[in-house]
């Protein structure tokens, strides 16, 4: 004959406890110290994550829940920086509708110094470079024009020169040599000839 057991005191099972066809019912239950009751409040509920999120764990094998955008496409309708001025794309960015903008920032000048001088009035009429340089007349048809930010390629960088005829000028030349006319990372010298070889002031 089976009866029900009832127990008045505390029962201390030192195996296990098996109950294959019956239940337990009990007023309260203590788990590790904390009442049950309060243990199954507080766990999360079960939930399917939906991508972009996934569930998971971390290299402690604690359980996180973690942005998957791998083998996600992100559809969203703003992108806005967060703490910087503006969003870097690492890589390349295809794009294949259209791009509108309201303002554009143009891409560095490929030249280290570039513009349009009068060396009659030894000043710059403009200026298109990476950097801007100041022009200096040494004395006539010798001009020199220095800019603060010393080229890469120190004093051996690739210089081009065009005379426009205005005062004569036809041809201009600069020395790369170790003279006292050499260009250095900071400068350049030019001296302007006219079409017959003679020192002369003009534009270029």
């Not at 788990?31 to 402690?60: I, Q, R």
């Not at 009035?121 to 603060?148: A, C, D, I, P």
């Not at 030349?173 to 050499?182: E, G, V």
């Amino acid at each position: 004959m089976e009866l029900p057991a009832v127990f008045y005191k505390d029962v201390l099972i030192v195996g296990s406890l098996l109950m294959p066809n019956s239940d337990i019912t009990a007023r309260a239950m203590t788990v590790g110290g904390s009442s049950l009751t309060t243990l199954l409040a507080a766990k999360e509920n079960d939930f399917t994550a939906v991508l972009p999120l996934a569930k998971g764990f971390n290299t402690s094998g604690e359980a996180e829940l973690k942005v998957e955008y791998s083998s996600t496409p992100l559809e969203v309708n703003y992108i806005r920086p967060h703490s910087e001025p503006g969003v870097t794309v690492d890589g390349d960015l295809f794009v294949d509708g259209h791009i509108h903008y309201n303002t554009i920032t143009q891409p560095p000048s490929p030249f280290w110094v570039a513009g349009r001088v009068n060396g009659i009035t030894t000043s710059v009429l403009s200026s298109k470079g990476r950097h801007t340089f100041t022009v200096e007349g040494l004395q006539t048809g010798f001009y020199q024009m220095t800019w603060y930010t010393a080229h890469p390629d120190g004093a051996n960088f690739i210089v081009f020169a065009q005379g426009e005829g205005t005062g004569g000028t036809w041809n201009i030349l600069s020395d790369a040599n170790t003279t006292s006319l050499a260009n250095t990372p900071n400068l350049v010298i030019f001296i302007e000839r006219n079409n017959n070889f003679g020192i002369t002031d003009g534009m270029c």
